[in-house]
């Protein structure tokens, strides 16, 4: 059994080895001339599965170790009988994350506090429902739309777009990317409602880069639109807009999710998915694959003040980490995809240990993702 994986899936070999014969391959260009002796294919984000990459081949099965799965021809996946399976919230921890590091920027830069701010989340699946949750935690209005689970009658007050562009300060996407039907959401924001938003607004993209028109964007902010940016999603990708690159306030390339621990996420789903496949169920825990991170624990004093809150956000990660590599080597071909393949180890809020000696303080810190004790 030859199982062909993305080379840039933590724990791969590790984990498919006991199964049979592992090839690590790049996922873009991803060498086609493997496939030919290949039973099951693990992909990333990057790499297009389709009838062209897959057609006469021997594969029986195709893993994804992302929450998104618009790369993949599921239709015809399924019309060959070739099993697929993704990994669902996955890194979107690392994603709610991104955006915080984010928020902590314009919020020292613009000396804001949260709470004063609505934040309006287009998208509340794995990954914005656990960022309005964390927001609620600490006591910021949040405004919620999605339209599929507002059809389903989900028990949440729902908005509308429109709602949302007029009435939050803060924007930020985290919905699937559907290029037709009913929930199409390619280029939702577009020069029409891109006239409609007020000035001053903050717009985070960390979902598909076709959500947002990125040329009518651009025109928007040459045209002299006051918007505060931030893009880790682009399009297209790899090869994005450097004058959109240069008009934005903090651009990433497309590592939002790029968390140690969710990618070991990603990779440990597809793998129990196809070890259910071949008859072998299996479970993973998560900590044993996870090595001590650098900065293990901290202590901490008083009251969770927005000041305090930023420092331990930041000392995780640092958005602004990410934000002057790109701006290095953009319009370098292969650049963008090697900031993606040599990306340094990122670890989430809940590695740290924090030592309070208030407990509302530990309290908060647990509600949104920290490891905090009171002592």
């Known amino acids: 059994m030859k199982i062909l994986v993305d080379e ?6 590790q984990l498919f080895c006991q199964l049979g014969e592992v090839k690590a391959v790049p996922g873009r260009p991803l060498p086609i001339e493997e496939l030919d002796d290949t039973d ?5 984000s990057i790499t297009k599965v389709n009838a062209s990459l897959l057609a006469g081949k021997p594969v029986k099965f195709v893993g994804t170790a992302t929450a998104g799965f618009d790369h993949v021809d599921t239709a015809w996946l399924e019309q060959q009988k070739i099993a697929f399976s993704s990994a669902p919230g996955c890194n979107a921890i690392a994603v709610v994350e991104y955006v915080f590091s984010a928020l902590m920027v314009f919020a020292e830069q613009e000396g804001f506090q949260l709470t004063d701010k609505t934040v309006g989340i287009v998208g509340v699946g794995n990954v914005g429902g656990r960022l309005a949750k964390r927001l609620r935690a600490l006591g910021v209005n949040v405004l919620l739309c999605d339209p599929p689970r507002a059809d389903r009658g989900d028990d949440e007050q729902f908005h509308s777009l429109e709602t ?4 939050a300060d803060i924007l930020t996407f985290h919905t ?11 280029h939702l924001i577009n020069e029409s409602n891109l006239d409609i938003l007020p000035e001053g607004r903050i717009l985070i993209n960390a979902s598909r880069g076709e959500i947002i028109d990125n040329a009518a964007l651009l025109s928007a902010l040459n045209q002299g639109k006051k918007l505060r940016v931030v893009l880790d999603v682009w399009e297209p990708e790899p090869d994005l807009s450097l004058e959109l690159l240069n008009k934005v306030d903090i651009a990433t390339p497309h590592i939002a999710g790029y968390t140690l621990e969710g990618k070991a996420r990603g990779t440990t789903q597809v793998y129990e998915a196809y070890c259910d496949f071949i008859g072998q169920p299996q479970h993973v825990e998560l900590s044993t694959l996870l090595p001590k991170p650098l900065i293990s624990t901290i202590s901490v004093q008083g009251e969770l003040t927005q000041t305090l809150l930023k420092q331990l956000i930041h000392l995780v990660y640092d958005v602004r980490r990410d934000d002057a590599p790109l ?14 393949k040599f990306y340094p180890v990122r670890r989430e809020w809940s590695s740290l240990q924090v030592v ?12 949104i993702g920290f490891n905090a004790t009171h002592k």
């Open 8 to 13: 840039n899936m933590p724990y791969a070999q």
């Open 40 to 44: 099951a294919l693990m992909v990333r």
């Open 164 to 167: 949302l562009l007029k009435q």
């Open 176 to 186: 699937p990317l559907n290029k037709s039907g009913r929930y199409n959401s390619y």
């Open 327 to 340: 701006r290095k080597v953009a319009g370098i071909k292969g650049e963008f995809d090697k900031l993606r």
């Open 356 to 367: 309070c000696d208030n407990p509302t303080t530990a309290s908060l810190l647990n509600a």
